[in-house]
Nanobody, 112 residues
Framework: QVEMVESGGGLVQPGGSLRLTCVAS????????MAWDRQVPGKTRELIAF???????WYVDSVKGRFTISRNNANNTMWLQMNSLKPEDSAVYYC??????WGQGTQVTVSS
């Protein structure tokens, strides 16, 4: 079993930055992809970025150039650096491992 725990969410003004952290524990040796999703109440959860174990990364167009995903395989930690935040980035952000194990989410609110 794999447990995922997110942290780092909060309230930030438009144009500001936040850094989300996700720590995986348990049976982590086989994890290949780690990803960030987000969900706004009443809308479908959206995949916004993922990274392979070798560091290759993918981003949805709406966050390209503003968000950066990174990970440290040695301590099973993943980050999402979010810059130039917009109100439409407000959501609950979830991390997942191999699209099989999800955390409880962390709220990000972008508002003045």
């Amino acid at each position: 079993q794999v447990e995922m725990v997110e942290s780092g969410g909060g309230l930030v003004q438009p144009g500001g930055s936040l850094r989300l952290t996700c720590v995986a524990s348990g049976v982590t040796w086989s994890i290949n992809t780690m990803a960030w999703d987000r969900q706004v109440p009443g809308k479908t959860r959206e995949l916004i970025a993922f990274t392979y174990r070798d560091g290759r990364a993918w981003y949805v167009d709406s966050v390209k150039g503003r968000f950066t995903i990174s990970r440290n395989n040695a301590n099973n930690t993943m980050w999402l650096q979010m810059n130039s935040l917009k109100p439409e980035d407000s959501a609950v952000y979830y991390c997942n491992a191999d699209n099989r194990h999800w955390g409880q989410g962390t709220q990000v609110t972008v508002s003045s």
